[in-house]
């Protein structure tokens, strides 16, 4: 994730729109926006109150078709990587906290369902 920009002239705010000011929640965790690390703070309260259990930050779950990890031209596993796990009344739940969407989001999002049909993506 890119780092935020100083706000200089219409680049700046232009560049501040889309990454948001990385935010440390009560856990200590940076997270890449304020209202992510605000979602963290208030899963964390779910969980003391067991509403929820099991709640992990950022897991990266690997592409794998046909048996074989699905490699990008850099070599790299595709993967995509949720901002919250947890479970919720025997359920899981994959988290995403958008405040925009991410321009190849949509075929991580179906990618990530077929994958994965065991889990409900959520975006809040
Ligand atoms: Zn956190």
Redesign the pocket.
Known sequence: MNSPQQSNGWRGLCVTKYFAKKT????????ASKR??KR??Q??RLQQGREIEGLT?EPKFEFVVNGKPLKMGNGRVASYRPDFTYMERGKLIAEDVKGFVVRDFPLRAALFRHLYPDWELRLT
């Open positions: 440390a929640c009560t856990n200590g965790h940076l997270h992510e690390a963290c703070d899963l964390h930050i």
